[in-house]
């Protein structure tokens, strides 16, 4: 989970591009409450890299906190902005 100004500003495509660039599966959406929720599964430090990024953003984005929990690996093979 994703907190600020995180919609309207890029967030989910900026996401989807570095998830890929480091070879994740999972996707990014927008919550009605103006965050940003990401699942994402693949090799530990490029999970820890993709929190990184998380923690930063695109250039318009003011990430006031970021969250994690573990969930259950589906084994998709593919990275997608949902709604």
């Given at each position: 989970?994703?907190?600020?100004?995180?919609?309207?500003?890029?967030?989910?495509?900026?996401?989807?591009?570095?998830?890929?660039?480091?070879?994740?599966?999972?996707?990014?959406?927008?919550?009605?409450?103006?965050?940003?929720?990401?699942?994402?599964?693949?090799a530990p430090q490029h999970l820890a890299e993709l929190v990184l990024w998380c923690e930063k953003g695109p250039l318009r984005a003011q990430v006031n906190g970021v969250g994690s929990t573990r969930v259950a690996v589906t084994g998709d093979d593919w990275f997608e902005i949902r709604g």
């Open positions: 989970m994703v907190r600020g100004r995180v919609q309207g500003v890029g967030y989910r495509a900026g996401c989807h591009r570095r998830a890929n660039e480091l070879g994740l599966s999972g996707w990014v959406r927008n919550l009605p409450d103006g965050s940003v929720e990401v699942e994402a599964e693949g």
